[in-house]
């Protein structure tokens, strides 16, 4: 069983940034494909980012292209998300996801799940 953990979350004013971050329990984290997707009030739980297991695949929904990074450091087990230039539309929960089988951007393919981090960003 894998453990996810997601922290960084907060209020922060339009055009700040955040970091979040995703530790795992499981070893060997480098195995794992790791995720991040959000969920607004009211609607579905959306992809926001994907790494490879070594870092050199990265994918971004279209709406955070530019703004945010996925990175991760497979030494610390940790995954992140930095936010820049947020604004109220990223206002969301945010989740961290792993899956050790595929590459992708859907939630179905992804096994493991964090509790969330809420971001909330005022205008």
């Known amino acids: 069983q894998v453990e996810l953990v997601e922290s960084g979350g907060g209020l922060v004013q339009a055009g700040d940034s955040l970091t979040l971050s995703c530790t795992a329990s499981?070893?060997?984290?480098?195995?794992?494909?790791m995720a991040w997707f959000r969920q607004a009030p009211g609607k579905p739980r959306d992809f926001v980012a994907r790494?490879?297991?070594?870092?050199?695949?990265?994918n971004y929904a279209d709406s955070v292209k530019g703004r945010f990074t996925i990175s991760r450091d497979n030494s610390k087990n940790t995954a992140y998300l930095q936010m820049n230039s947020l604004n109220v539309e990223d206002t969301a929960v945010y989740y961290c996801?792993?899956?050790?089988?595929?590459?992708?951007?859907?939630?179905?393919?992804?096994?493991?799940w964090g509790q969330g981090t809420q971001v909330t960003v005022s205008s």
């Open positions: 996801a792993a899956n050790q089988k595929v590459i992708a951007r859907y939630e179905r393919n992804y096994d493991y």
């Open positions: 499981t070893l060997p984290f480098s195995n794992y494909v």
């Open positions: 790494i490879g297991q070594d870092a050199g695949s990265r």
